[in-house]
């Protein structure tokens, strides 16, 4: 294959569907993965015929994941031009009230996946010259989240991972890389939050906080890519908060006291 290829996991909605569209239309080969086939089929209806593959990912089965990467590889020539790590999912509340299925569920794909996808694709990588590995994190990896500990722990985790592999990789000519959004306008916040009768997106915003159309995750992705920083912080709130964490780290644990203080009051 004379273009170059992207692997989207979590390619089903919300920053998977974006990236998958926006570098469709830079010319890129998309493999669209997911376990809901659905969506993923109305995710490639929005890219130009010829131009994706769709695969069926459980990324917790790293026997999927084999068998993806390889259907991938047979179509593209095993040639992979950028992997982006970004199935998870996100779910909070005090750790003490959480269920033991959801913690474990939770770990595995935001992080136990993420680690399966990098050994299952590392040949074809390898094989491909500039080739880079794209992980979503979160702004939720640069300062602990109350109220989303484990959440914010995956993503800490995802953040590690990546300086690591940035410096590891460098001899297969693999680069490694991050995304670090704030609150992004996808499904997951159009949910109705427990304990209230907003949904996410609301709640979010009735405290103050911003929440960015997902249109921005696209060039986000591309400058994270093509670009030279390890972590690419997406949005306002995420830049601010990379820099008071460095900076000023005792003025941003007072701000995130008071922000929880606000979401606990909004939930009544």
């Known amino acids: 294959m004379d273009r170059k290829t992207i692997f989207v996991t979590g390619a089903a909605s ?26 993923v089929a109305e995710t490639a209806s929005m890219i130009a015929d ?3 593959s769709q695969h069926a990912l459980d990324v917790t089965n790293r026997t999927q994941w084999d068998e993806a990467v390889a259907e991938f590889g047979k179509v593209t020539g095993d040639r992979m031009d950028v992997l982006f790590n970004n199935a998870g999912i996100g779910s909070g509340g005090p750790v003490q009230d959480m269920q033991d299925d959801d913690i474990d569920r939770m770990i595995a794909i935001n992080f136990t996946g993420v680690i399966s996808g990098i050994k299952a694709c590392f040949n ?12 979503t994190a979160s702004a939720a990896g640069i300062y602990g989240a109350a109220g989303l500990s484990v959440y914010s722990a995956t993503k800490f985790a ?17 680069k490694s890389r991050s995304l670090m959004p704030g609150f992004v306008d996808t499904n997951i916040l159009s949910n109705v939050t427990e304990g209230s009768n907003m949904t996410g997106k609301e709640l ?9 159309p997902v249109e921005i995750i696209g060039p986000a992705a591309w400058e994270a890519v093509h670009g030279d920083k390890v972590h690419t912080t997406v949005n306002k709130t995420a830049k601010q908060l990379a820099f008071a964490a460095r900076w000023f780290p005792g003025r941003l644990r007072k701000q995130m006291v008071g922000l929880t203080a606000g979401i606990e009051k909004s939930l009544g």
């Open 14 to 39: 919300g920053l998977g569907r974006e990236v998958s569209r926006y570098f469709a239309d830079k010319g890129y080969f998309v493999g669209l993965s997911d376990v809901n086939m659905a969506g």
């Open 50 to 52: 010829g131009q994706t």
């Open 158 to 174: 995802v953040r590690g991972l990546t300086e690591a592999h940035d410096i590891e990789f460098r001899e297969h000519d693999i």
């Open 124 to 135: 074809m990588l390898k094989a491909t010259p500039n080739s880079c590995v794209l992980n």
């Open 204 to 212: 979010l915003q009735s405290v103050g906080q911003e929440v960015s």
